[in-house]
């Protein structure tokens, strides 16, 4: 299974960004897909989970209110679009595949993940 991120880049405060993460070599639906991001000396951190259904929704408190996961099964893509970005948004941000359904709050870990992109990088300028 392969996950490409993209979408990522500088942008200057208070704008906005969509990433995108395609899924190739499973079945998409079977997969719940989270996006996680990670600045440098930090840990990897939850930022937004969505079902196979797209029925549950879940989002990082870094993020809850400006924040829209969605997916497309028919593209095998998920997508994350983040509005109002500051300086704290910087980090790469990583896709993840969790083959089975969601476990509360594990499924909110990047352990319960078994698949991973490669990273996009964002960077919010001030």
């Known amino acids: 299974v392969q996950l490409v991120e993209s979408g990522g880049g500088l942008v200057q405060a208070g704008g906005s960004l969509r990433l995108s993460c395609v899924v190739s070599?499973?079945?998409?639906?079977?997969?719940?897909m989270g996006w996680f991001r990670q600045a440098p000396g930090k840990e990897r951190e939850f930022v937004a989970l969505?079902?196979?259904?797209?029925?549950?929704?879940y989002y990082g408190d870094s993020v809850k209110g400006r924040a829209a996961i969605s997916r497309d099964n028919s593209k095998n893509t998920v997508f994350l679009q983040i509005l109002d970005l500051n300086a704290e948004d910087t980090a790469v941000y990583y896709c993840?595949?969790?083959?089975?359904?969601?476990?509360?709050?594990?499924?909110?870990?990047?352990?319960?993940?078994?698949?991973w992109g490669q990273g996009t990088q964002v960077t919010v300028s001030s």
């Open positions: 969505i079902s196979w259904s797209s029925a549950i929704i």
């Open positions: 993840g595949a969790q083959d089975g359904g969601l476990q509360y709050p594990t499924s909110t870990t990047a352990r319960a993940y078994d698949y």
């Open positions: 070599g499973g079945t998409f639906s079977d997969y719940m």
